[in-house]
Nanobody, 123 residues
Framework: QVQLVESGGGLVQAGDSLLLSCAAS????????MAWFRQAPGKEREFVAG?????GYADSVKGRFTISRDNAKNTVYLQMNNLKPEDTAVYYC???????????????????WGQGMQVTVSS
C-alpha cells in the first residue's frame, strides 16, 4: 500500500507561480513512475506531467510547468509558473508502482492516488 499526501494548493492570480508537493510512502519510491493529473469542473481527469528518470508533459503546460522528484525524500513536485485561469482544477498526485515502462498519460496505469487539492487561478 502506498499513501500519497499532497500539499501546496491554493488561490493565486493569473501569472503567479505555485509549487505542489506530494509525499509518498514506500521503500521503492525511486522505481515508481509519478505523475500529476488535474480535473476541472465538468471535465475528465487529465494528465499534466509525469516523471521517472525522464519527464513528460501535456501540451497545455509545456514550458510553464516543471515536474521533479527527490528520491531521498520520497517526494515529487510540480512547479507551476505563469498560471492561467484555465489551470484551475483539483490536482492529484498519482503513482504507478507496478509497471516498469515509461510514463503514461492514461489514468488506468496508476495504482495509487492522492486525495486531491484545489488550485484556483483568478483572472
Amino acid at each position: 500500500q502506498v499513501q500519497l499526501v499532497e500539499s501546496g494548493g491554493g488561490l493565486v492570480q493569473a501569472g503567479d507561480s505555485l509549487l505542489l508537493s506530494c509525499a509518498a510512502s514506500g521503500h521503492t519510491f525511486s522505481r515508481y513512475v509519478m505523475a500529476w493529473f488535474r480535473q476541472a469542473p465538468g471535465k475528465e481527469r487529465e494528465f499534466v506531467a509525469g516523471i521517472r528518470q525522464n519527464t513528460g508533459y501535456a501540451d497545455s503546460v509545456k514550458g510553464r510547468f516543471t515536474i521533479s522528484r527527490d528520491n531521498a525524500k520520497n517526494t515529487v513536485y510540480l512547479q507551476m509558473n505563469n498560471l492561467k485561469p484555465e489551470d484551475t482544477a483539483v490536482y492529484y498526485c498519482a503513482a504507478d508502482v507496478a509497471s516498469y515502462g515509461g510514463i503514461s498519460s492514461s489514468r488506468g496505469r496508476y495504482d495509487y492516488w492522492g486525495q486531491g487539492m484545489q488550485v484556483t487561478v483568478s483572472s
